[in-house]
């Protein structure tokens, strides 16, 4: 991607209404019955991936301050650059006051809402959507000094007036010695004035996801096993990734998706163990969106913006839970998720800029799930509790992934029926 992101963070959400909200997968509700759910959901601070070799990697930026950025920071430095290009076209290529990394590291706190309703005894519709609070940190670090005894060599190379070598030289020393903390003015002035970005520093955003909207329809009637099938769309409802902004990220993909679920579960016999499994598939709508030029793909930073053609790929979701009922009110899951994203595809007057941003997009995540729940719901179906709730806690981790968040995740949800 052509920017530090931290946006795969959608996938976080996953608040699907259907797996594990009634006593199997393949449940539906009664006709006339509704479904109110709540679900807080927390991560602990992200601040690193899993490459496309899935190894796990810190996320950073470098930024490069070499004569290209500089010439729009400051009027001081353009009014100098200007001067050391004219003498040695060498110098200027080669001056660099440093290089800087960026690290970062998020905090996401999310409130999911859904709402689900009994159309007939098979068939449930529900709409969900999540509201983001997010938080990142940015710390800067120098990585490298200046190279100015490099760039006077050059100099002394293309001019033979040593006295002018000695003023340009002494200039290029003093600018240097003058370069402020990480936290200055003049790595954001090279941001800001040059890139075009807003300044970088710790950020904060919240607002609404996308939306999502679907119906499933229970297939068969069996005592102990059951089929469901959900259709639905997801509408884009929710912030997307401003080109403008280095350290921010997504709350949506700015698109329309449409997918489609099919799953069913089983009882082991005359045992307390119940087991599920699911399969979606995903189709990420095209669209065309305003993303920057990344000038290469070490260097993603770009100082230009332009219209794209973007088909963002589609997703296969796989879920296996197995489920024991110590009684009928508490059970405990443990759950195995799957996501495989297949690579972006770009299209642009910028042919460099298309594959850059369609490299390393093909994504995987293999996530392990552990939750507890205390359920009403059987005890309600026999007059023996007033109202039928279901409450669950639940963790969970990345524990292998491609060009995904590494992240450990903490769910606590509320169903009411009613």
Known sequence: MQKLRLFSLLFLVLFQIPNGVFAAYYDTLPKGVRAAVVRQITTDNINSSFTG??????????????ARALQGAQQIFSTYLDALREQSPAAYDALQLGEYEISAKAKVDIQGFGLAYGLTDRLTTYISFPYFHAKVNINMVRTKGNNNEEVQRLLKANNSDPNTVSTVSSIIVGVTNSLPDASGGVIQSAVVNYYGYRPIGNWEGEGLGDTEIASIYRLTDWADAGLATTMGIVLPTGRTDDPDIIQDFAFGDGQFDVFSEFGGGFRAGVSNWYSDSSLRYTFQAPSTKTLRVPDSSDYLLGSKKATFYEKLGDKIDFFAGETY????????????????TFESRYDSPYKDANKILEK??????????LAVAFST???????????????SVSGQKTL????VPNYTRYDFELRLFF
């Open 377 to 391: 719901v059987d005890l309600f179906k026999k007059n023996k509790f007033f109202a039928p709730i279901s409450v």
């Open 53 to 66: 070799n899935q190894q796990e990697k810190e996320y950073f930026l470098k930024l490069s301050l070499d």
């Open 325 to 340: 009922k110590f009684n009928e009110m508490f059970s405990s899951t443990a759950s195995y998720l799957y996501n495989y």
């Open 360 to 369: 390393d997009t093909a994504k995987s995540s293999h996530v392990g799930k």
């Open 400 to 403: 292998r992934g491609q060009n």
